[in-house]
């Protein structure tokens, strides 16, 4: 997949990650510098010639020890800048978890739209393109950018995970709100499908206010069945735990849970080790620290998607179709 004029870069922060997309590429990352100053200002500057290039950077937006989700966006959105000014011919962010992509409307009055402003921020320094995996509410993402966008999933990635898991065995897909009901149903389809059986679905319902949430209500048949609760993030681990609860109370013989981010903060550790569910699965666009240690990670499964990434820049910048790759689902 080499080509001399991709230029790759990963910012510190996600090293790892843009190391394992550079590996499948068949290529290294260009070497750049990311410096601090002692009154907390920082910069970052690319140490290879990228005039005339068709660049990628790779930097996954979530909160660390070292540094906050604003740390994050504030030296991707410099470095985005730099290299604009260093006359790369094209720079794409390639962004595996979009920080702000949840407050994507006004639930209160007077609200922020965060994620609009997150994108006229990504367009400001001169981003010709935004990369992500799975946010929260897709619609929004599409809308809140004027660059161009390109959206992964994890789908075909979980439906090869969880095909040969549950067997012969009856499936239900859960929804944990009426609003994953689109992700889920996509879900379905493509297990149904990989299965060569129906699938069942359901949902749980889900109102939230204030960070609590209330709802006992469970549609559709569990009973008797795996169920797989399917979601776009873990945070405080309170959705999935409280679902799971659920389908084991309507008699659900085992329960899953996937999501694509596993953010894990707060108390998640200790919910998500309750023994209502039984496996949870996530992919690598978050790194699993905060379960260092705890019970929860002995049932945690985390899939990577450096192949997926890695397949969508080669398409990208040969010029090749995202459908067919989406279609497809995991890239090898």
């Known amino acids: 997949m080499q ?60 909160a660390d020890d070292a540094q906050s989700v604003d740390d994050k966006l504030c030296r991707l959105l410099f470095f985005i800048g730099a290299l604009k000014d260093a006359s790369a011919a094209s720079v794409t962010a390639i962004v595996p978890y979009l920080g702000y992509a949840r407050k994507d ?13 997150v994108a006229a ?21 599409q809308n809140a950018f004027r660059c161009r966008t390109e959206h992964l999933q994890a789908n ?14 009856e499936v239900v897909v859960v929804s944990p709100d009426a609003g994953g009901l689109k992700r889920a ?5 493509r297990l149904a499908k990989a299965l ?15 960070d609590v949430l209330t709802g006992d209500l469970m549609v559709g048949p569990v009973a008797g069945r ?8 873990i945070g405080s681990g309170s959705t999935i735990a409280r679902t ?46 905060r379960l260092a240690g705890t019970a929860t990670l002995g049932k945690l499964d985390v899939l990577p998607v450096s192949g997926l990434f890695a397949e969508a820049i080669h398409r990208m910048h040969a010029g090749e179709s995202l459908v067919q790759l989406l279609e497809q689902g995991s890239a090898e």
Request: aromatic content about 8%; charged content about 25%.
């Open 3 to 62: 080509d001399s004029d991709l230029a790759l870069f990963a910012l510190h922060a996600s090293g790892d990650f843009g190391a394992a997309v550079a590996r499948h590429l068949g290529t290294g990352l260009m070497p750049h510098e990311e410096r601090s100053f002692v009154d907390g200002e920082h910069k970052a500057r690319p140490l290879a010639n990228v005039r005339g290039r068709d660049v990628f950077v790779l930097h996954s937006l979530y």
């Open 105 to 117: 409307q006004k639930s209160k009055p007077r609200d922020p739209v965060t994620t609009r402003y």
């Open 121 to 141: 921020l990504f367009e400001a320094v001169g981003t010709d393109r935004v990369v992500t995996l799975d946010v929260h509410n897709l619609a929004a993402f």
């Open 156 to 169: 075909g990635l979980f439906v090869a995970h969880f095909a040969p898991l549950v067997g012969q065995r």
């Open 185 to 189: 149903e996509r879900f379905r389809t």
């Open 196 to 210: 060569g059986r129906p699938v069942a679905a359901a949902f749980a319902e889900k109102h939230r206010s204030e």
């Open 226 to 233: 795996c169920a797989i609760i399917i979601d776009d993030l």
């Open 244 to 289: 799971a609860g659920m389908c084991r109370s309507q008699g659900a013989t085992a329960v899953y849970a996937a999501a694509s981010h596993g953010l894990f903060v707060g108390e998640a550790a200790q919910l998500l080790a309750d023994e209502a569910l039984d496996r949870l699965v996530v992919t690598d666009s978050v790194p699993p620290f």
